[in-house]
């Protein structure tokens, strides 16, 4: 299956999510592969036996989150120096989100931009991460704060990688899946409720579903102006969460799964979602053996942090709520008290 991406809006790019066996890859130019131990580990005989380009290396960066930095991004390009890439020159981005978004940052970076590809390894990435062209890395005040919009050449989605997953990293990815079902389509949360994502082909069927979601908003608005910040529902609680635990604690889908039940408590508080349709959320997320609990020792502390995201302007956070199932609202006007009303229901006596 192909899924096309389209930015003619804005800058007239065009590029193809592939959902299927990774095909033989050809390219005339030399290409650096970055991946990290776990996913070598794997795959990277697989990969590198449907690879042929004038020169071929490939780089491994540590593991996780907590190494989404600048410094690891430097490495990368230190090693595109060393293999003496030019501006023709490819980056392949093997993994995960981690993976995809400092793969792409950097090919944002060498010599003022070059091509990538990403073949996500991840449920998270292949219908979330690797679509749409966000890139970046993590610093001391939060998650993805330094970054670029940097649309990949392609996307090659190959669920035989999703075989060696961990539980917990599956999992993760579910709950972008839901939040895609809870933001645009109550009966595709309805198909999630009875889903066997254990079936292969109704896995890929998942896949290219949330996949044809994401490319939609992506086509529409590439750089977050207005639909695409939907699709940040549960990450601004989420987000906080990742800072507050050092990234070490919960994995990036476990954490928006944490925020998307903070969402919607809010979503019930202003009257946008009854209780019934937020426990509906919470039980499918917690079938797919997510956390759905967190315990805010400092709700001051955790209400200041909303002020580092990304959508928030003007001394105003931007809430993306859910209206109901299958609808939302974007709000930034909703009062403090109120919102730490509810962050206080997530305290250590709530």
Do not use: W
């Not at 042929?52 to 907590?66: I, N």
């Not at 993306?320 to 962050?343: F, N």
């Amino acid at each position: 299956m192909i899924v096309p991406i389209e930015l003619a809006q804005t800058q007239n790019i065009t590029y193809n999510i592939t959902i299927d066996s990774l095909p033989k890859l050809r390219f005339d130019t030399k290409v650096v592969i970055v991946t990290n131990p776990t996913v070598a580990g794997f795959h990277l005989e697989t990969l590198l036996s449907r690879i042929s380009a004038k020169t071929l290396h490939v780089v491994t960066v540590p593991d996780g989150e907590e190494h989404k930095t600048l410094a690891t991004v430097e490495n990368i390009l230190n090693a595109c120096f060393e293999y003496k890439l030019d501006r023709k020159s490819l980056l392949i981005a093997f993994g995960g989100g981690v993976i995809g978004d400092m793969t792409g940052f950097t090919a944002s970076l060498y010599q003022r931009g070059i091509d990538f590809v990403q073949i996500p390894t991840t449920l998270l990435s292949q219908v979330d991460a690797s679509v749409g062209g966000k890139t970046g890395v993590n610093n001391q005040y939060g998650k993805n704060l330094i970054g670029a919009f940097y649309q990949p050449k392609a996307v090659y989605i190959d669920p035989e990688f999703l075989k060696t997953l961990p539980p917990r990293e599956f999992a993760a990815g579910v709950a972008e899946i839901v939040k895609m079902a809870v933001m645009f389509d109550r009966d595709y949360f309805t198909f999630l409720q009875e889903a066997d994502l254990s079936n292969e082909e109704v896995l890929k069927k998942t896949i290219a579903k949330s996949v044809t979601l994401k490319a939609r908003v992506v086509n529409q608005d590439e750089k977050e102006a207005g639909i695409r910040a939907v699709l940040n529902y549960g990450h601004t609680f989420g987000h906080v969460v990742e800072n507050e635990t050092n990234y070490t604690t919960y994995l990036h889908g476990e954490a928006v799964a944490i925020g998307m039940v903070m969402a919607n408590a809010l979503a019930v508080e202003l009257g946008l979602m009854s209780k019934e349709e937020a426990y509906e959320v919470k039980t499918l997320l917690e079938s797919a053996s997510l956390p759905t609990t967190y315990t805010i020792k400092d709700v001051d502390d955790f209400y200041e942090h909303f002020f580092l995201d990304k959508k928030s302007a003007h001394n105003s956070i931007k809430f993306i709520l859910p209206h109901g199932i299958g609808d939302y609202r974007m709000l930034s006007d909703i009062d403090e008290a109120v919102v730490k009303k509810v962050l206080a229901r997530f305290g250590e006596a709530g």
